[in-house]
């Protein structure tokens, strides 16, 4: 059975500050990759997915993640981070079934 | 709009009261899930169904029941909610390439 970890419960980020959010999964085939946000009181939104190809996923509000088949992760970062960027992440592997980490929230003090 | 649709989006309700979150799509999709999330647990499947007529507990099953008695439902029934029943809620639904989700029930079981 697939695991997903987020090594990071919260982190606090400055604005403007790079990112990279960690995670790692355990499947013993190549799954397909999903990193999710979620704002205070709303639902998931998808930011990139990896299914297969070009190892780094451009995702969406100016979002990539790096699949690194040797370390099992799948990182998320950003190169320079908003305010409106705190939320709560999760990173999500699908081998027979989609399974969540355990979320990391993100701080962004001005 | 292509869309996964939850009702209710809040529920305050009381020990032992049967109710049902009803969940909708609208892609044709054959997989439909319920997941829960709690903090610091990220979301776990209570639910998955594979097509109609064929569904399978997840990972957090007790104390829910669901039914796919037709490709665009995929209804979740709690029979005697409990305070542990207390979460917020997600449907999704996939059709092989990603997941869509619903907005998510607010449930408080008092």
């Known amino acids: 059975a697939q695991s997903v970890t987020q090594p990071d419960i919260h982190i606090t980020v400055s604005e403007g500050a790079s990112l990279e959010l960690r995670c790692n999964y355990s499947y013993g085939a190549t799954p397909y990759l999903f990193w999710y946000v979620q704002s205070p009181g709303q639902g998931l939104q998808l930011l990139l997915k990896y299914f297969s190809g070009d190892t780094l996923v451009q995702g969406i509000k100016g979002f990539e993640a790096e699949f690194k088949r040797s370390q099992s992760s799948f990182n998320l970062r950003k190169p320079s981070v908003h305010w409106s960027d705190a939320a709560e992440y999760f990173c999500?592997?699908?081998?027979?079934?989609?399974?969540f980490g355990a979320g990391t929230i993100l701080r962004v003090k001005s | 709009e292509a869309q996964v649709t939850q009702n209710p989006r809040y529920l305050i309700t009381v020990t032992g009261k049967k109710l049902t979150v009803t969940c909708s799509q609208n892609m044709n999709h054959e997989y439909m899930s319920w997941y829960r999330q709690d903090p610091g647990l990220g979301l776990r499947q209570i639910y998955y169904s594979m097509n109609v007529e064929v569904t399978d507990k997840g990972d957090v099953p007790e104390g829910y029941k669901v039914s796919r008695k037709e490709k665009r439902n995929f209804p979740l029934i709690l029979e005697s909610p409990s305070p542990n029943q207390t979460s917020l809620y997600f449907c999704?639904?996939?059709?092989?390439?990603?997941?869509?989700f619903g907005s998510g029930t607010r449930l408080t079981v008092v």
């Open positions: 999704a639904s996939s059709g092989g390439y990603g997941y869509t």
């Open positions: 999500a592997v699908e081998g027979n079934k989609l399974v």
